[in-house]
């Protein structure tokens, strides 16, 4: 199939000449299903008319072109253009991939790294994480980064005894870190610990159980009132939100997961297009620990998620509901790309709250609940709490039952001495 999207006769004829010219369709085909319009593809092409005509100027045959010599074009491209500006960088890329597919070019052989005592232990721990703890990926990251920091201030590149670690040790080492980071870092870092430290003695790598010498931080997470939407903001919010283009109807449905059924960040980007049954009007929610929840799926939100596979989501072949509205079309890789989604939304929509991300969201639907009277068990339950003490913050934006507790103001007569 010969893809008729290049500038003139002349262009095409430039193109197809040469070593590379029977591999364009190719690519051109791979940019398409990428979700890359034809006008940005036709001005890409150019990288690959000037490669094939730089193997010429050199006398480089396909078969001989390696990653040296691919580095040298790059290099003698990027003194002509912006390579990164006008796409030619990720173009190029591709083009590779294709050739090495068809093994007109060697393939890259890849780094041998010497895998140390400590990226071994990481990786038995890691393992640990997934399929005895269930962590999810997101969090992974964490727990493998406070522990890989400890061991390395501990051990540097010294040989690795863990059974020589004590409380001195940790104490020290907690002191440094909890002295320079919030509250929030220390909290996590010492959970991160006290997990890595369980999973040692668990598989018999230590004799002591280290997680004890871990303390505990302060619980401060009471101490402040969650931040939320008023209904009227809320309104706002939804009512500039609206519209008709597929990034708008994608943004749409998304607050309404948020909003309506309190997803998390990361369940918008977990949630999969096997997670609706739309036959029996239900919505797999997949939380943390690898829990799996059916909620019923509101009309509103039902119509909202119809909308955007009609009418919003580009061509893929990835089974993630939502997909980035831009070229390469790929699923949304962290909860970030979800907050910064909000955070648009709300700024656009002429709102300016202390937090802007998605949790935000999720406090709001728990305050609403509030106000048409839901217990804090129910709505723990909305939420998918795990634990009563963690719904127990929204008691303090619960003003109508709080009055009914506070003390009333001593009459000034009982004041006087």
Request: proline share 4%; glycine share 4%; hydrophobic share 40%.
């Amino acid at each position: 199939m010969t893809h008729q999207i290049y500038l003139s006769k002349n262009y095409e004829q430039k193109v197809r000449e040469g070593l590379l010219g029977v591999y364009l369709d190719e690519l051109t085909s791979f940019l398409l299903q990428k979700g890359y319009p034809k006008r940005y593809i036709r001005p890409r092409l150019a990288v690959i008319v000037e490669l094939n005509d730089w193997l010429i100027q050199k006398n480089i045959r396909l078969r001989n072109l390696s990653e040296l010599q691919i580095k040298n074009f790059i290099q003698h491209r990027s003194k002509q253009t912006a390579m990164a500006d006008r796409g030619e960088i990720i173009t190029l890329d591709f083009f590779l991939t294709i050739l090495r597919s068809h093994k007109c070019i060697p393939l890259l052989k890849p780094e041998k790294k010497t895998e140390s005592e400590i990226d071994k232990l990481m990786n038995e721990y890691k393992q640990y994480l997934i399929e005895e703890r269930g962590l999810s990926h997101a969090s992974l990251h964490n727990f493998l980064y406070y522990n890989r920091y400890f061991l390395s201030n501990l051990f540097g590149s010294k040989y690795i005894n863990l059974n020589r670690i004590c409380v001195q040790d940790i104490t020290k080492f907690m002191r440094e870190y909890t002295h320079e980071h919030s509250h929030a870092v220390n909290s996590m870092m010492m959970t991160c610990l006290r997990s890595f430290f369980r999973f040692l003695l668990i598989h018999g790598k230590v004799l002591k159980d280290l997680s004890k010498c871990v303390l505990a931080v302060p619980n401060r997470k009471h101490n402040r009132i969650p931040q939320y939407l008023s209904a009227k903001e809320l309104s706002q919010l939804l009512e500039y939100s609206k519209g008709e283009t597929p990034l708008k109807i994608r943004n749409y449905a998304i607050l309404l997961l948020l909003v309506l059924l309190g997803f998390r960040a990361i369940e918008v980007v977990r949630l999969s297009l096997d997670d609706i049954d739309w036959k029996y009007g239900e919505i797999i929610i997949r939380g943390k620990g690898a829990r799996q929840t059916r909620f019923p799926l509101p009309v509103d939100m039902g119509k909202a998620l119809v909308s955007y596979l009609k009418n919003g989501r580009p061509s893929c072949s990835t089974r993630r509901f939502f997909v980035s509205s831009k070229a390469p079309v790929q699923p949304f890789k962290n909860q970030t790309a979800i907050s910064s989604i909000v955070s648009r939304c709300i700024t656009r929509a002429g709102l300016n709250p202390p937090k802007k991300g998605a949790h935000l969201l999720r406090h709001t639907l728990a305050t609403e609940y509030l106000r048409k009277g839901a217990t804090l068990a129910e709505i723990g339950e909305i939420l998918r709490h795990k634990h009563i003490d963690t719904t127990a913050i929204y008691a303090k934006v619960d003003f109508t039952r709080l009055h009914t507790i506070a003390q009333p103001w001593p009459d000034s007569s009982i004041m006087e001495v």
